[in-house]
């Protein structure tokens, strides 16, 4: 049953960012439950180095990477093109490559804005739309192709903490997959996102980039800990997986707890 429900054996993937963080935890757990899966990143040597290490764990699936860029028309593109040259099929596409910029309100440059933007909205939104046709070709009714985004907290709670473009950018890709699983639900294709917490990642590394680091980091979330790898997976599996065949629009909390905290109780004393 375990397999049945969320193995996704014989299904094809790509993970875009899918060298580091969040992005390899994904793409480990879907290569584990026997998918075939790409991976690409702007850095061709990172993603490359990933795709040996998730193959040295000896899953029943496999993976190849290359490299692509999503800040762009021409890259998005370019990485289309890469695809298509390796695969006539797609079942599951992670839209994962995000970047950041953190700044104080008051000196936060234009351009570090529009980058922000280009890269977390503008070119999830490109790809997604590019390989509408190969989603759609796979997909069933009773098994419908998938697409899960990576928003954040930070597009969900009202935090900016300097990275302003982030997380407005995380709030237009959680309103984005509500409104593409509104519209692709007739195309048998289902659109979820992750609204992840702390993970330790090359993008928090200023925070959690020790185990001392992400302890102190833990103290804060209402569960007591950070995101695990596990934590990423599980919810990778159940939303590719058969388990997940039901499920669309969904933004789905993986932050102990957080998106739930509220003001202190003002009876408290």
Same mark, same amino acid.
């Given at each position: 049953?375990?397999?049945?429900?969320?193995?996704?054996?014989?299904?094809?993937?790509?993970?875009?960012?899918?060298?580091?963080? &969040? #992005?390899?935890?994904?793409? =480990? %757990?879907?290569?584990?439950? *026997? /998918?075939?899966?790409?991976?690409? $990143?702007?850095?061709?040597?990172?993603?490359?180095?990933?795709?040996?290490?998730?193959?040295?764990?000896?899953?029943?699936?496999?993976?190849?990477?290359?490299?692509?860029?999503?800040?762009?028309?021409?890259?998005?593109?370019?990485?289309?093109?890469?695809?298509?040259?390796?695969?006539?099929?797609?079942?599951?596409?992670?839209?994962?490559?995000?970047?950041?910029?953190?700044?104080?309100?008051?000196?936060?440059?234009?351009?570090?804005?529009?980058?922000?933007?280009?890269?977390?909205?503008?070119?999830?939104?490109?790809?997604?739309?590019?390989?509408?046709?190969?989603?759609?070709?796979?997909?069933?009714?009773?098994?419908?192709?998938?697409?899960?985004? &990576? #928003?954040?907290?930070?597009? =969900? %709670?009202?935090?900016?903490? *300097? /990275?302003?473009?982030?997380?407005? $950018?995380?709030?237009?890709?959680?309103?984005?997959?509500?409104?593409?699983?509104?519209?692709?639900?007739?195309?048998?294709?289902?659109?979820?996102?992750?609204?992840?917490?702390?993970?330790?990642?090359?993008?928090?590394?200023?925070?959690?980039?020790?185990?001392?680091?992400?302890?102190?980091?833990?103290?804060?979330?209402?569960?007591?800990?950070?995101?695990?790898?596990?934590?990423?997976?599980?919810?990778?599996?159940?939303?590719?997986?058969?388990?997940?065949?039901?499920?669309?629009?969904?933004?789905?909390?993986?932050?102990?707890?957080?998106?739930?905290?509220?003001?202190?109780?003002?009876?408290?004393?």
């Amino acid at each position: 049953m375990l397999e049945e429900l969320f193995g996704v054996k014989g299904k094809t993937a790509l993970v875009t960012g899918g060298g580091t963080g &969040i #992005g390899l935890m994904i793409a =480990t %757990a879907l290569v584990a439950g *026997g /998918a075939k899966v790409f991976i690409c $990143s702007r850095k061709e040597a990172v993603v490359k180095g990933a795709a040996e290490q998730i193959a040295s764990l000896g899953h029943p699936g496999s993976v190849e990477a290359f490299a692509g860029d999503v800040g762009s028309k021409e890259g998005v593109d370019d990485l289309v093109a890469q695809l298509r040259s390796r695969t006539d099929t797609l079942d599951i596409l992670i839209n994962n490559a995000g970047i950041t910029w953190g700044a104080p309100l008051t000196e936060f440059p234009f351009d570090a804005w529009q980058k922000v933007l280009d890269v977390n909205v503008s070119g999830l939104m490109y790809l997604t739309q590019s390989l509408l046709g190969e989603l759609a070709a796979s997909a069933k009714p009773e098994d419908p192709a998938r697409v899960i985004n &990576i #928003g954040s907290l930070m597009g =969900t %709670a009202p935090m900016g903490d *300097g /990275a302003y473009s982030y997380a407005a $950018s995380k709030a237009a890709v959680h309103h984005m997959t509500r409104i593409l699983a509104k519209e692709l639900a007739a195309r048998h294709i289902t659109v979820n996102a992750f609204a992840p917490g702390p993970f330790q990642s090359k993008m928090t590394a200023f925070a959690t980039g020790s185990d001392e680091l992400a302890q102190k980091v833990g103290q804060n979330v209402p569960l007591g800990r950070i995101g695990q790898a596990s934590d990423i997976q599980g919810a990778t599996l159940f939303l590719c997986g058969k388990a997940g065949a039901y499920t669309t629009g969904a933004i789905l909390p993986l932050d102990g707890g957080l998106h739930v905290e509220t003001a202190s109780n003002i009876f408290a004393h």
